[in-house]
């Protein structure tokens, strides 16, 4: 199946304002012995022990329950995840990656995230932007004010914007990383698109 490309995305976001948020948080350790690779499996499973108590019924004060954000994310609504300090600790488990592209985000905006998530992240294609602690809270206070804030994702330019207050921040991306997203390739569609190259090296 062939990888969505990114190139700019606009759209409103889903505040989840926990520092530290882990992720055993982000994805229970019981679905991590599923054999499924099924994006909808493991987007029913994000955050799922913070959506619903132990008789499965949703827990109405957790943000992805409230009605401004319930609204499942497609395109130019919750595609964005503004999330607390150093977002993804804990467990290196690739499937918090996978539980947060099957939800539909396409980009997470944290002031820092714990380094192998953010790799985990990009090679689920999803886009982790790092921005400054006081870009961050301004997110969050905009959010709040209007759940309907519009958050700008420049990818070409790495650049994301505020479209409330106008404010931007650059954002740096492995050059790499940046060309395969744009592109819609993971590491072996990469290296495919380098056939012809890879046989004239080859050839000599």
């Not at 994310?73 to 503004?82: D, Q, S």
């Not at 192998?116 to 790092?130: A, E, G, M, Q, S």
């Not at 740096?172 to 060309?179: E, L, P, R, T």
């Amino acid at each position: 199946m062939a990888h969505q490309k990114f190139n700019i995305i606009k759209s409103t976001c889903i505040p989840i304002q926990i520092d530290n948020c882990n992720t055993d948080l982000i994805i229970p350790a019981r679905y991590l012995a599923s054999t499924s690779r099924d994006p909808k499996f493991f987007g029913d499973a994000f955050m799922h022990d913070l959506r619903y108590n132990a008789k499965g019924e949703p827990v109405d004060e957790f943000v992805l329950n409230q009605p401004s954000f319930c609204e499942a994310p497609h395109e130019g609504c919750h595609e964005i995840i503004v999330g607390g300090q150093n977002w993804g600790s804990g467990s290196s488990r690739e499937h918090a990656a996978w539980a947060i592209s099957g939800y539909g985000v396409r980009v997470v905006i944290s002031s820092s995230f714990a380094d192998i998530h953010r790799n985990n992240l990009l090679n689920c294609f999803v886009l982790p932007v790092i921005v400054s602690e006081a870009f961050q809270q301004e997110l969050f206070a905009s959010i709040a004010k209007d759940s309907n804030t519009m958050v700008t994702v420049d990818l070409p330019a790495q650049t994301v914007t505020n479209e409330s207050t106008g404010h931007s921040e650059k954002f740096d991306i492995n050059g790499y990383k940046k060309y395969c997203l744009m592109n819609g390739y993971d590491d072996i569609d990469y290296l495919l698109s380098q056939t012809d190259k890879i046989e004239a090296f080859e050839n000599k």
